[in-house]
T-cell receptor, first 114, second 108 residues
């Protein structure tokens, strides 16, 4: 079975640009969460989506948005990129929305903003 | 102060040594994860626990809910165990709060 997949693996953008990151969950998983991991730190929660609806949001500005599609894949969008948005963006999927289900992480997308 | 604190931040040991990584949290949690992250970024879930103790191979995780503390132990450590180990706590149903990670290096 395929695990969680993310695309692209690496991305270089300049300040002010927009970026879209994509995530495909494990087949049958309906919940997708997004995390930002700045170099040398632990990941930070950005969003959780379940059944195509936003169920949770971390402390990130409105420049960050996401959506989940009928096939449960998800996109993370970041507008007006700042240098500080440079990070590894991780997607994780789980079977259900509640916190007692194991999360399976994708390999991440490494975003560099110049 | 971070809601999830890990210690030590860095740990270097010789092959075969018994390893302990600690995690203390201040948030009210429903469950706690121990995660492993190798260079390149991929994260693997090692354990999820809400009480007691779990064991998988050479890895053991314990949690004390009253003391808000969890430990990850590695017995007979091996160079392939070298990685960053991250403690993460479920705060409610949506939000996973992560520690800053412990970088473990096992020398042959």
């Amino acid at each position: 079975d395929a695990g969680v997949t993310q695309s692209p693996t690496h991305l270089i953008k300049t300040r002010g640009q927009h970026v879209t990151l994509r995530c495909s969950p494990i087949s049958g998983h309906k919940s997708v969460s997004w995390y930002q991991q700045v170099l040398g730190q632990g990941p930070q929660f950005i969003f959780q989506y379940y059944e195509k609806e936003e169920r949770g949001r971390g402390n990130f500005p409105d420049r960050f948005s996401a959506r989940q599609f009928p096939n449960y894949s998800s996109e993370l969008n970041v507008n007006a990129l700042l240098l500080g948005d440079s990070a590894l963006y991780l997607c994780a999927s789980s079977l259900v929305r509640t916190g007692h289900n194991e999360q399976f992480f994708g390999p991440g997308t490494r975003l560099t903003v110049l | 102060k971070n809601e999830v604190e890990q210690s030590p931040q860095n740990l270097t040991a010789q092959e075969g040594e018994f390893i302990t990584i600690n995690c203390s949290y201040s948030v009210g949690i429903s469950a706690l994860h121990w995660l492993q992250q190798h260079p390149g970024g991929g994260i693997v879930s090692l354990f999820m626990l809400s009480s007691g103790k779990k064991k998988h191979g050479r890895l053991i995780a314990t949690i004390n809910i009253q003391e808000k503390h969890s430990s990850l132990h590695i017995t007979a450590s091996h160079p392939r165990d070298s990685a960053v180990y991250i403690c993460a706590c479920w705060e409610g149903a949506q939000k996973l709060v992560f520690g800053q990670g412990t970088r473990l290096t096992i020398n042959p």
